[in-house]
């Protein structure tokens, strides 16, 4: 079992930057690979960033790759993202997500645990 806490959303001017932090309970979190998606008012909840076991092969949603960084440190059971450059249309619930296998990294059913969601609201 394990529990996902997000923490570090909040209101930023567009241009501006956020880093979300998931805390992951378990001994086992180094099993898991670990994914942020998000969600923006009236649409469904799409991929943003996945980050293998050992952290060495971070796979990016096509759209975000140059402004978004995604890392996790195990020894911490954290999962990081790094947003750059933020625009409006970034404004969303993001959500972390932890799976066990490195297959259909897209695909949200194909994640085992969730969290809550932190709330990224960008002024234009």
């Known amino acids: 079992q394990v529990q996902l806490v997000e923490s570090g959303g909040g209101l930023v001017q567009a241009g501006g930057s956020l880093r979300l932090s998931c805390a992951a309970s378990?001994?086992?979190?180094?099993?898991?690979?670990m994914g942020w998606f998000r969600q923006a008012p009236g649409k469904e909840r799409e991929f943003v960033a996945v980050?293998?076991?050992?952290?060495?092969?971070?796979y990016y949603a096509d759209s975000l790759k140059g402004r978004f960084t995604i890392s996790r440190d195990n020894a911490k059971n954290a999962v990081y993202l790094q947003m750059n450059s933020l625009k409006f249309e970034d404004t969303a619930v993001y959500y972390c997500?932890?799976?066990?296998?490195?297959?259909?990294?897209?695909?949200?059913?194909?994640?085992?645990?969730w969290g809550q969601g932190t709330q990224v609201t960008v002024s234009s």
């Open positions: 997500a932890a799976k066990r296998s490195w297959t259909t990294l897209k695909e949200r059913a194909s994640y085992d645990y």
């Open positions: 378990g001994r086992t979190f180094s099993s898991y690979a």
């Open positions: 980050i293998d076991w050992s952290a060495n092969l971070p």
